[in-house]
C-alpha cells in the first residue's frame, strides 16, 4: 500500500511502531522518526487544536446570526459555557484523530488501519458493547462517592446540553485516546521498546495535561491513564479504553448539565483523596468488566501473522 508496511506479528499494542534490519535490530530511524512524532503531536495539541476549536466557534456564531461578540464565543467554546461552545470544542478536539492517523502513516509509515487496534482496523462491536456496563460501574462508585446524590437543579439550555453531550462527548474521548493511548502510547513503547513504560509516561503526559489541579486530583487522571494504557494492551486496541471514557465523559457532563453546570465541571481543579479513591475504584471496575467482555468475544490481543483478519 504506497510503500506502507505492516507491523511484525506477534507484537502487543503499544509496540505496532517497531522496525528492524535485517539483523533483528531496531533501526535508529524507526526511533527517531517515533520521537519526531511525539513532538510533533504534542506542540499540535498545544498550539493548533485551540485554532480549530476557534475556527469551530466562529463557525457556529455566524450560523447563529452572528449574535454579540465573537470573543464571547470563543470564551464559551473554552470554557463549555454554551451548547454551540461545548459543540466546537468537543469537534475541534476531535479533528486531532486525523492528525495522529497522518503523523502515524506519512512519518512512521505504518498502514493507518493498525492505529485502532492489532486486529487491525476498529472493532466497533466491542466498542459499542462496552459503553453501557462501564457507565453502569462508574456510576455505581460515584454514588459511593458522595453523601447523597446531588438534587435536580439543570443549567440553561440543558436539553441542548444532554443533546451535544450524548452526540460529541464520545468523539472528544476517542480523541484524547487516539492522542494519549494510540499515537503517543505506541511511539513511546516502540521507541524504547517497553510497553509498561509507555503505560506509565503516556500517563503521565495524560495527566499533566488537564491543567491546573491539586495533588488527589492528578494521581486520579494519572490512574486513569494507567489503567487505560494496561486496558489498551491486555485487550489489543483503543475500543474499550475509549468506551471507559466516554461514558465516564458522558456520565459527568450530563449530572453536571442537571445539577449545576457542565463549565463547573470542566474547571474542577480540586478533588480530595476519598473522591480520587472512589473515582479509581470505578475505572477499576468498569476496565474489569471491558476486560472480561474482550475475552469473551476473543478480541485479538497481538497482532496476527498475516493481515487476512482486517
Same mark, same amino acid.
Given at each position: 500500500?504506497?510503500?506502507?508496511?505492516?507491523?511484525?506479528?506477534?507484537?502487543?499494542?503499544?509496540?505496532?511502531?517497531?522496525?528492524?534490519?535485517?539483523?533483528?535490530?531496531?533501526?535508529?530511524?524507526?526511533?527517531?522518526?517515533?520521537?519526531?512524532?511525539?513532538?510533533?503531536?504534542?506542540?499540535?495539541?498545544?498550539?493548533?487544536?485551540?485554532?480549530?476549536?476557534?475556527?469551530?466557534?466562529?463557525?457556529?456564531?455566524?450560523?447563529?446570526?452572528?449574535?454579540?461578540?465573537?470573543?464571547?464565543?470563543?470564551?464559551?467554546?473554552?470554557?463549555?459555557?454554551?451548547?454551540?461552545?461545548?459543540?466546537?470544542?468537543?469537534?475541534?478536539?476531535?479533528?486531532?484523530?486525523?492528525?495522529?492517523?497522518?503523523?502515524?502513516?506519512?512519518?512512521?509509515?505504518?498502514?493507518?488501519?493498525?492505529?485502532?487496534?492489532?486486529?487491525?482496523?476498529?472493532?466497533?462491536?466491542?466498542?459499542?458493547?462496552?459503553?453501557?456496563?462501564?457507565?453502569?460501574?462508574?456510576?455505581?462508585?460515584?454514588?459511593?462517592?458522595?453523601?447523597?446524590?446531588?438534587?435536580?437543579?439543570?443549567?440553561?439550555?440543558?436539553?441542548?446540553?444532554?443533546? %451535544?453531550?450524548? =452526540?460529541?462527548?464520545?468523539?472528544? &474521548? *476517542? $480523541?484524547?485516546?487516539?492522542?494519549?493511548?494510540?499515537? /503517543?502510547?505506541? +511511539?513511546?513503547?516502540?521507541?524504547?521498546?517497553?510497553?509498561?513504560?509507555?503505560?506509565?509516561?503516556?500517563?503521565?503526559?495524560?495527566?499533566?495535561?488537564?491543567?491546573?489541579?491539586?495533588?488527589?486530583?492528578?494521581?486520579?487522571?494519572?490512574?486513569?491513564?494507567?489503567?487505560?494504557?494496561?486496558?489498551?494492551?491486555?485487550?489489543?486496541?483503543?475500543?474499550?479504553?475509549?468506551?471507559?471514557?466516554?461514558?465516564?465523559?458522558?456520565?459527568?457532563?450530563?449530572?453536571?448539565?442537571?445539577?449545576?453546570?457542565?463549565?463547573?465541571?470542566?474547571?474542577?481543579?480540586?478533588?480530595?483523596?476519598?473522591?480520587? %479513591?472512589?473515582? =479509581?475504584?470505578?475505572?477499576?471496575? &468498569? *476496565? $474489569?468488566?471491558?476486560?472480561?467482555?474482550?475475552?469473551? /468475544?476473543?478480541? +485479538?490481543?497481538?497482532?496476527?501473522?498475516?493481515?487476512?483478519?482486517?
Amino acid at each position: 500500500m504506497n510503500g506502507l508496511r505492516r507491523p511484525a506479528k506477534g507484537l502487543p499494542y503499544s509496540l505496532l511502531l517497531e522496525d528492524f534490519d535485517a539483523q533483528g535490530l531496531p533501526k535508529f530511524g524507526a526511533i527517531g522518526r517515533c520521537l519526531i512524532g511525539i513532538f510533533v503531536l504534542i506542540v499540535s495539541f498545544i498550539l493548533i487544536m485551540p485554532y480549530l476549536v476557534f475556527a469551530l466557534a466562529a463557525l457556529f456564531w455566524v450560523l447563529g446570526g452572528a449574535q454579540g461578540p465573537i470573543e464571547q464565543a470563543f470564551a464559551d467554546a473554552q470554557a463549555l459555557n454554551t451548547p454551540s461552545g461545548m459543540l466546537a470544542r468537543h469537534l475541534g478536539i476531535g479533528l486531532m484523530i486525523g492528525l495522529c492517523y497522518l503523523i502515524w502513516v506519512l512519518l512512521n509509515r505504518v498502514e493507518g488501519r493498525w492505529l485502532a487496534s492489532v486486529q487491525p482496523g476498529f472493532r466497533w462491536r466491542l466498542a459499542l458493547l462496552g459503553l453501557f456496563p462501564a457507565a453502569v460501574a462508574m456510576f455505581l462508585c460515584y454514588t459511593f462517592s458522595v453523601p447523597s446524590l446531588p438534587t435536580w437543579n439543570p443549567q440553561d439550555n440543558w436539553v441542548w446540553f444532554l443533546v %451535544v453531550i450524548l =452526540l460529541t462527548s464520545p468523539i472528544q &474521548a *476517542a $480523541a484524547e485516546e487516539y492522542i494519549f493511548r494510540g499515537y /503517543l502510547l505506541n +511511539a513511546l513503547g516502540s521507541a524504547v521498546r517497553n510497553k509498561w513504560a509507555a503505560v506509565v509516561v503516556s500517563a503521565l503526559f495524560f495527566a499533566g495535561f488537564h491543567g491546573t489541579q491539586n495533588l488527589p486530583l492528578f494521581v486520579d487522571r494519572f490512574g486513569f491513564g494507567l489503567i487505560s494504557g494496561a486496558l489498551v494492551i491486555l485487550t489489543g486496541g483503543l475500543e474499550c479504553s475509549i468506551a471507559a471514557h466516554a461514558a465516564n465523559n458522558m456520565l459527568s457532563f450530563a449530572i453536571a448539565a442537571t445539577t449545576s453546570s457542565v463549565a463547573t465541571a470542566l474547571a474542577t481543579s480540586q478533588a480530595t483523596w476519598i473522591n480520587a %479513591v472512589w473515582d =479509581l475504584a470505578g475505572w477499576l471496575l &468498569a *476496565a $474489569a468488566v471491558l476486560l472480561w467482555l474482550a475475552r469473551k /468475544l476473543n478480541a +485479538a490481543t497481538e497482532t496476527p501473522a498475516s493481515s487476512s483478519r482486517a
